[in-house]
């Protein structure tokens, strides 16, 4: 099953960011912790590969 999510932009007046919020069950199935640095990386224009760091 899978969870979807939106994806938010914020704009500055310099920059912007662009966030999406990962849903509860997906975090606490990853025993996702407060913090923890995850790693990025995009498999083509329709897979992004997210991978904790140790």
Known sequence: M???TKIQLIQRKD???WLF???AA???A???QKGETLDL???DKNYLLVRRVK
């Open 41 to 43: 990386t995009i498999k």
């Open 30 to 32: 990853l025993e996702l």
């Open 2 to 4: 899978g969870y979807k």
């Open 21 to 23: 919020n990962i849903p």
């Open 15 to 17: 920059s912007q960011q």
């Open 26 to 28: 997906i975090g606490a």
